[in-house]
């Protein structure tokens, strides 16, 4: 290796060795270019309609197929994972309904972008003339994309990104730099003939591998939708209990027995509660609900958003004990 080669790799390593020091889990180096094929993808999931009403992901085209137009000289992504998983599970015996992983303690989007600026000061003091800009689902980054180029894992069929090491409940957080760094190679999809997730999935979201309907998934619904727009009765037959987010795709993936506690307490869930129940959200008041939520990304689907949830999930319950009792006497 020459000399300019030896100081590419030691200044990588030291921008690896402050991302892990700042909290990250995981970090990887892509180099600054056009996503190409993956871009492509992108833009049929667009044109399929499979984005719902989700219209932010249907603009800024240019900055997301090239980073170079977000921050233009950009010669390299510094992509991070940060792993939010705690050892809790949900109470199966609960009659709440239940909250995703990732919402359970405080908002990613309070907690990842001080580390990020954190680690954009780093590649500063490393090069003084660099520019940097942050992102964590803030911008428009095609933030799994980029972790793939990165070469933190793969994107695996429910289209998460799996790491080999910690499995796939981590946030993605990412700086575009204009400082060179040394590139890491994209890693192989492991799903291989895995399809359990597709299996499981309740409403079918999962349409092909790789690729999900947003509109049928439940996430969109509990989190994105308008509290006034009523949840439609084939979606709330599949609830499965969920009031905020689903993480049934990400329950089933054996690539999750490698999860790890991630020892953030940040990311605890919150009172211990990993379920609400229905009747304590119809009896909140919103500056209640404003104190009690307050930094936590349940705030995003509003009071009465949780509200048309729960009442949703209260559906979900009679409709399933209807049919279990059904079924009870048609065995008789
Ligand atoms: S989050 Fe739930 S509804 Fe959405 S794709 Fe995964 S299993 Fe299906
Ligand atoms: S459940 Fe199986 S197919 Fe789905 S993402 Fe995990 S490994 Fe891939």
């Known amino acids: ?36 094929p993956d871009y492509v993808r992108y833009r049929q999931w667009l ?6 009403t989700l219209a932010y992901m249907d603009r800024n085209y240019d900055k997301r197929e090239d980073p ?16 939010y998983y705690t050892p809790h599970q949900h109470d199966a015996s609960s009659d709440g309904g239940k909250i995703a992983r990732y919402a359970w303690g405080d908002d990613y989007h309070d907690v990842m972008p001080p580390r990020l600026r954190s680690l954009a000061s780093v590649l500063q003091e490393i090069d003084p003339e660099a520019e940097s800009r942050v992102y964590t689902d803030t911008g428009p ?31 993605i957080g990412v700086v575009i730099s204009t400082i060179e760094l040394e590139a890491d190679s994209p890693i192989e999809d492991y799903c291989g003939t895995c399809s359990a997730c597709i299996d499981a999935c309740p409403t079918n979201a999962i349409v ?32 499965e209990g969920w009031l905020f987010g689903c993480d049934i795709c990400q329950d089933v993936c054996p690539w999750n027995r490698f999860q790890q506690d991630c020892g953030e307490e940040r990311f605890e869930p919150r009172l211990g509660e990993t379920e609400l129940s229905g009747e304590y ?8 609900f404003s104190t009690r939520f307050r930094k936590s990304p349940l705030k995003r689907s ?18 399933t004990a209807y049919e279990s009792d059904t079924d009870q006497s048609t065995i008789k």
């Open 1 to 36: 290796m020459n000399t300019s080669g030896r100081r590419l790799a030691e200044r990588t390593a030291r921008v690896k060795a402050a991302a892990t020091r700042l909290g990250f889990d995981a970090v990887g180096i892509a180099r600054a270019d056009t996503l190409g």
């Open 47 to 52: 044109d399929k309609g499979y984005h719902a």
């Open 68 to 83: 170079r137009r977000i921050v233009p000289g950009a010669r390299s992504l510094v992509v991070v994972g940060q792993n």
């Open 141 to 171: 980054v095609l933030e799994k994309q980029w972790a793939v180029r990165a070469g933190l894992g793969w994107q695996g069929k429910h289209s998460n990104v799996i790491s080999r090491s910690i499995g796939s409940w981590f946030f």
């Open 208 to 239: 092909e591998p790789y690729v999900v309907d947003a509109g049928k998934c439940l996430s969109y619904w509990t989190i994105e939708t308008k509290p006034d727009v009523e949840i439609p009765l084939t979606i709330v037959g599949q609830m």
């Open 281 to 288: 959200l119809e009896s909140l008041r919103q500056e209640d």
């Open 302 to 319: 509003k009071l009465a958003g949780l509200q048309r949830n729960a009442r949703a999930v209260s559906t979900w319950r009679r409709l």
